[in-house]
Every structure is written in structure tokens, then in C-alpha cells.
């Protein structure tokens, strides 16, 4: 079932091996393919993380090693690609991003926020899940040759959400400074 956020132009949904027409693709691999962003549930470790979608290829996440996908997969979509920016940071900055840009969500590890990151390696574009709670030490963690590594500089996926939640975000103010927090 695709969620999606009424505010943003976003969803995620559902893959099995079609790719929806709204998918976003950040590039495409060294054969000239596109690339899709997505989410994976890994039995081995509970929880969802972010992984890169290349048709007709295994889809695997990195989670101490690579982890092969289980059945549930899902694609990032959107009718408006403009909208997302990579940008790029490092383990040390990740939390100076911009106020109107906001990092995608793309899954949970042990109660840490896991966001999108991407690098350039050989070539290569690699898709891999940067550990957001770990502030001034966020590294962007994939699966390469059959193993994992990390990256201390990256570009994390972000929406530039510009004015289109300005209305939303001044009425969670105006809640919070009533409450008195």
C-alpha cells in the first residue's frame, strides 16, 4: 500500500519487478540503466532500510553486510522530481541541512532514522542508507562486493518542500508556543 504524506508530492508503493511510471530514478549504473530508490524489510534484522532498485538485478540492503530483500519492497515515486535535491554533506554536518529542505525517510535501525545517501564509487552510482542518529558521526553505509562499507562524505537525498508547507509548519508553532512548550 503506498503511504504518502498529504503535504509533500511523494509515496512510496509496493514493487514487483514493474516499475511504476512515477518512479524516481537519481541516474543510472555503469550500463547506462536507471537506478531507483527504495526500501526493503531484511528478515535477518527486522526493519526496513533503504536500497537501491536496479530492474531484472537481486535487491539487497546493507545491514552488517549485505542482506538480500524479502518480499516486501517498495519504489519511491513522485509526480514531481524537481522538488527532491541531493545535497551534499558529511558524517559531521548531516543535521545543517537546510530548514526548507527535509532528508526522505527511508526506514529505522535500532530507533535511528535511516535517510538516503549516495556516492560515486569507481563510477558507479551506490545507493545506501546514511544512520541519521548518530549525530556529528551520520556515515552512509552500503553493500559493494558482496560486503559493506561506509562513506564519511555522501549526498543525502532531500524535498525541497519551498513554500508548499510554510502553512503547516506555522501552525505547529502557534500549537507549541500555546501549549507553552
Not at 102 to 131: D, F, T, V, W
Request: proline share 6%.
Amino acid at each position: 500500500m503506498a503511504a504518502k504524506n498529504p503535504n509533500i508530492d511523494y509515496c512510496w508503493r509496493d514493487y514487483h519487478g514493474r516499475t511504476p511510471p512515477d518512479a524516481y530514478s537519481p541516474g543510472i549504473d555503469v550500463n547506462g540503466l536507471k537506478i531507483y530508490v527504495g526500501q526493503t524489510f531484511i528478515v535477518e534484522r527486522p526493519g526496513v532500510y533503504p536500497t537501491a532498485i536496479r530492474p531484472g538485478k537481486p535487491i539487497v540492503a546493507s545491514i552488517d553486510g549485505p542482506r538480500e530483500a524479502s518480499n516486501f519492497v517498495q519504489i519511491l515515486c513522485t509526480r514531481h522530481a524537481e522538488r527532491f535535491k541531493w545535497i551534499r554533506t558529511d558524517a559531521t554536518k548531516l543535521h545543517l541541512i537546510p530548514r526548507n529542505y527535509h532528508p526522505i525517510l527511508a526506514g529505522i535501525e535500532e530507533g535511528n532514522r535511516l535517510y538516503i545517501g549516495r556516492i560515486s564509487n569507481q563510477g558507479e552510482m551506490i545507493i545506501g542508507k546514511i544512520l541519521a542518529g548518530h549525530v556529528g558521526n551520520a556515515l552512509m553505509w552500503f553493500a559493494h562486493n558482496n560486503s559493506e562499507k561506509s562513506a564519511s562524505s555522501y549526498e543525502v537525498l532531500t524535498y525541497d518542500d519551498g513554500d508548499n508547507n510554510a502553512a503547516y509548519r506555522s501552525s505547529i508553532t502557534v500549537n507549541i508556543k500555546r501549549s507553552g512548550r
